[in-house]
Structure formats: C-alpha cells, structure tokens
C-alpha cells in the first residue's frame, strides 16, 4: 500500500502563489508516474499536470504557463508551483502516483490517490 499526503494549500489572492507538495510512503516501491488532479463540488476530477519518471510533463491547457510541476525521485515527492491564480483555479487538489510495488513476495501494480488540498483564491 501507498499513501500519498498533500501540503500546501490555502487562501489567496488573485495573482498570487502557492506550492503544493505530495509525498508518497510505503513499504518497497518505485513510483512510475505523478501528478496533480483538481475536482470541484459536483464536477469530474480533471487533470492539471503529470510527470513522468523520466521527467516527461504535460499540463491541461487552462495552466499552461502559469503552473510547474516538478518532482524529487529521491524524496518520493511531487511539486506543483503554481502562480498568477485565478479564481477559477479554486478546487480540491489530489495528488496521484502509479508504479510498482513487492507485497508478499509478490510485485503488484498500485495507483494511489491522496485525500485533497484545499486551493482557494479569491478575486
């Protein structure tokens, strides 16, 4: 089993910033892909940015220019800084992480999910 623990976020204002941080911990894995989601009250969980192992992103086109997501293998985290919000960046952000791991003798694909972060900017 892995879980994931999302930090950082918060309140802010239109035009500002924020740094959220996942980290990942378990016994005996290795993480493949990372990334952030985003999901709104009664809306679809979407995707905002991912990363591969190898350092591979790609980002959903409403931040494009204004969000980075960044990980450390070593850490087992994943960072996604995020300036010049907009206040329809408000939402609930998870954290993902798929990849391997050995449970019972046994190597086992996992795909975790993290409980949310709060983003809230106001206008």
């Known amino acids: 089993q892995v879980q994931l623990v999302e930090s950082g976020g918060g309140l802010v204002q239109a035009g500002g910033s924020l740094r959220l941080s996942c980290v990942a911990s378990?016994?005996?894995?290795?993480?493949?892909?990372m990334g952030w989601y985003r999901q709104a009250p009664g809306k679809e969980r979407e995707l905002v940015a991912r990363i591969s192992s190898g350092g591979s992103t790609n980002y959903a086109d409403s931040v494009k220019g204004r969000f980075i997501i960044s990980r450390d293998n070593a850490k087992n985290t994943v960072y996604l800084q995020m300036n010049s919000l907009k206040p329809e960046d408000t939402d609930v952000y998870h954290c993902?992480?798929?990849?391997?791991?050995?449970?019972?003798?046994?190597?086992?694909?996992?795909?975790?999910w993290g409980q949310g972060t709060q983003v809230t900017v106001s206008s």
């Open positions: 378990g016994r005996s894995f290795s993480i493949n892909g």
């Open positions: 993902n992480a798929d990849g391997i791991s050995l449970s019972d003798s046994l190597v086992r694909t996992f795909d975790s």
